[in-house]
């Protein structure tokens, strides 16, 4: 069974920065796509940071580009989204994600959305 559990939301003031990490198990990290979207409240679901362990493209929302960055530690099957200089447009729901053999810019568009999902971690930026 895939699982995909992040932690590491929580209240951050204006310009402030934030780690999300969401550990995974049941897949291998080398033949999938991982990344983060989110949500906010009204809005559609968005991709925020995607990297493809496939054609190892990655792709970033124009609203984060600069201030959010993706990594991973596949030895430990974990993933990151550092988050710099928040905004309170940044406030959302935030999702870890993974699907098979996709190009980065794909997932990141929803052209071919993950297969699995995390449940879920709120971010608030908020003075």
């Known amino acids: 069974e895939v699982q995909l559990v992040e932690s590491g939301g929580g209240l951050v003031r204006p310009g402030g920065s934030l780690r999300l990490s969401c550990a995974v198990s049941?897949?291998?990290?080398?033949?999938?796509?991982i990344g983060w979207f989110r949500q906010a409240p009204g809005k559609e679901r968005e991709g925020v940071a995607i990297?493809?362990?496939?054609?190892?493209?990655?792709y970033y929302g124009d609203s984060v580009k600069g201030r959010f960055t993706i990594s991973s530690d596949n030895a430990k099957n974990t993933m990151y989204l550092q988050m710099n200089s928040l905004k309170p447009e940044d406030t959302a729901v935030y999702y870890c994600?993974?699907?098979?053999?996709?190009?980065?810019?794909?997932?990141?568009?929803?052209?071919?959305?993950?297969?699995?999902w995390g449940q879920g971690t709120q971010v608030t930026v908020s003075s």
């Open positions: 994600a993974a699907r098979s053999f996709t190009p980065a810019q794909a997932m990141g568009k929803m052209t071919w959305p993950p297969n699995y």
């Open positions: 049941g897949l291998t990290f080398d033949d999938y796509t």
């Open positions: 990297f493809s362990n496939h054609d190892y493209t990655t």
